[in-house]
């Protein structure tokens, strides 16, 4: 199953403050945008767009209204839209500071870091100059949001997001958004830590009880953290507290397909699908979840119908690329991808991208630069780490070996490696003759997993690669590990892998035939002749019955105890 990163890109849950009315805000007009506001955060954004335009129409100078109008725009990934909206604001709100923030996050998602920060300069002076008058809570809410916006993108500085949320805490310190955002940029810093993150959303639940949001936060952390039955029972909970807070139903699904309980996931989706009736973004969603459930013909014809009702939505071309990958459309995967990256800015790529344009390319058999593709996705996403190693067997695939060791030591180097990274490791380093390499790779795998012979005899190849003197004159490194290949093997698997039990049968004849400290003529003949009753077929065992067994040194020799 594949891990949902479809969704139309806000990396955070947007900071919505509806106890602040500015002093730009009209008092009768305060209920009318609150409920638009969650409009955007229940992902109902045409239904707010509707609300928006009637609150411009009717409070046309309203600057606050003109940026939250924007930010449905945002979240729904229209981000032409959304600057006209935050254009619109900044020139009819006066100092008004947020619409300000909103440009310079377009113009921090365009990769213009100057410009950007110029512009998120401007929105905190008139913030807090105190000509202006404007309350700490929108001042908070101006740097929070200015955090939220360097937080996004490739060029995402994290550490800068912290000092501004600290900032804004200083300012607002029972604001639970902040806090939200907080738990938000921590668990993006960490992804194997979510102590602190958790901290966080349980001080935003604390401050705002009723308030669903914090807590699919946490659920969607214990998601991204594989944490499925955690992440479903605070989607429950979330549900509990607003049966209305569709994104909560959404998740569930996502953590449902997870656990492999597809009825409960497609009875979310439904209901996700209610409480967003006739919302074109549902439909995308929708189109997404037939993905994740695997009906990857079905998702396709939903992105048919969708496109010719003349919806535009880079979402379902990117979508409709992986669905062909999975149909092993070789034929229109790699050409339907090509397409999408032509019109998606790379600031605005996933990893899932290069994931899928790196196996749209191996269906074309191009192997080597699917593996790299695979490479740029792991590497852009932590949680991602499993490319690394795709990578490497399509690397392998394509007899890149060494290629394929260095993909598997930059997983290892991100830390806390698994046994079997190890194996892959040991495996590739084998393949490229790297034998310290493989040789360290199968000891690690050994010490982790001592109780199975494989790692031995692997272990062992890598050791009698090293020795490429003469027969007479080898160090023999080797036997050590053959020695406990012969020990680990279980009389069942004896009998099953019966080709490993000839390799070291043989290593240990010639081991006993050619070492000279330790020769044992007769002990060399049992081994070999072990060999021959295995009877294989190899061409071991042929060289062994034609050649071993009647060398002048054995053939008149009885054989002794080899056991």
Do not use: H
Request: one cysteine or more.
């Amino acid at each position: 199953m594949k891990k949902f990163l479809l969704r139309t890109p806000k990396l955070f849950a947007k900071a919505v403050t509806l106890a602040l009315v500015s002093a730009c805000a009209i008092t009768a007009n305060a209920q009318t945008l609150a409920e638009a506001i969650k409009l955007t955060d229940k992902e109902q954004f045409e239904k707010a767009t509707g609300a928006f335009r009637k609150l411009v129409t009717a409070e046309p100078q309203n600057g606050e209204v003109w940026f939250y109008f924007g930010e449905n725009y945002w979240e729904n990934g229209r981000t032409d839209s959304a600057e006209v909206c935050y254009r619109q604001g900044n020139g009819v709100g006066g100092k008004f500071p947020l619409n300000k923030v909103g440009l310079g996050k377009v113009l921090w998602s365009q990769g213009k870091k100057d410009e950007a920060q110029s512009m998120f300069t401007q929105a905190t002076t008139d913030a807090t100059d105190k000509a202006n008058k404007f309350p700490k809570p929108l001042q908070s809410t101006t740097y929070r949001e200015i955090a939220e916006a360097v937080a996004q993108g490739q060029g995402k500085d994290l550490l800068k997001a912290q000092e501004l949320i600290a900032k804004a805490t200083e300012l607002d310190p029972k604001n639970p958004e902040t806090y939200v955002l907080k738990g938000d940029v921590l668990f993006e810093q960490n992804p194997r830590d979510g102590s602190a993150p958790l901290e966080n959303y349980k001080t935003a639940i604390n401050l705002d009880a009723l308030n669903a949001k914090p807590v699919t936060r946490k659920a969607f952390m214990y998601y991204r953290a594989k944490n499925n039955p955690a992440s479903i029972e605070e989607y429950t909970n979330a549900i509990t507290i607003d049966p209305s807070f569709a994104p909560a139903y959404s998740g569930r699904a996502e953590a449902y397909i997870k656990v492999g309980d597809f009825p409960k996931a497609e009875a979310d989706m439904a209901k996700y699908l209610e409480l967003n009736t006739g919302n074109q973004s549902a439909r995308v969603r929708y189109a997404q979840f037939l993905f994740l459930v695997g009906k990857y013909k079905e998702s396709l014809d939903l992105i048919s119908t969708l496109e010719s009702q003349g919806v535009k939505n880079i979402v379902l071309k990117r979508l409709k690329g992986y669905d062909q990958v999975e149909m092993k459309d070789s034929l229109n995967a790699k050409t339907t991808l090509d397409a999408y990256f032509a019109e998606q800015p790379e600031d605005k790529r996933i990893a899932a991208d290069y994931e899928y344009y790196g196996k749209s390319l191996v269906l074309l058999r191009q192997d080597s630069l699917g593996a790299e593709n695979m490479l740029k996705g792991a590497r852009m996403d932590k949680t991602k780490d499993y490319l690394f190693i795709d990578a490497s067997k399509t690397f392998v695939k394509a007899k890149a070996f060494s290629r394929s060791v260095d993909a598997m030591q930059e997983k290892i180097a991100l830390g806390k490696p698994e046994t079997n990274d190890y194996y892959y490791l040991g495996d590739a380093a084998l393949k490229s003759k790297r034998w310290a390499t493989a040789d360290s790779a199968w000891a690690t795998y050994i010490a982790k997993n001592p109780s199975a012979y494989q790692g031995y005899k692997f272990r062992a190849r890598a050791l009698a690669g090293t020795d490429t003197l003469a027969i007479q004159e080898r160090t023999w490194a080797a036997k050590p590990a053959y020695d406990e290949v012969l020990l680990k093997m279980k009389p069942e698997e004896k009998d099953k892998y019966k080709t490993d039990l000839e390799e070291a049968l043989n290593y240990m004849g010639l081991y006993f035939l050619y070492n000279k400290t330790d020769r044992d003529l007769p002990k060399s003949r049992c081994y070999f002749e072990k060999v021959a009753t295995l009877n294989v077929g190899s061409s071991i065992t042929k060289q062994v019955n034609e050649v071993m067994l009647k060398t002048k040194e054995l053939k008149d020799v009885a054989p002794g105890m080899c056991d």
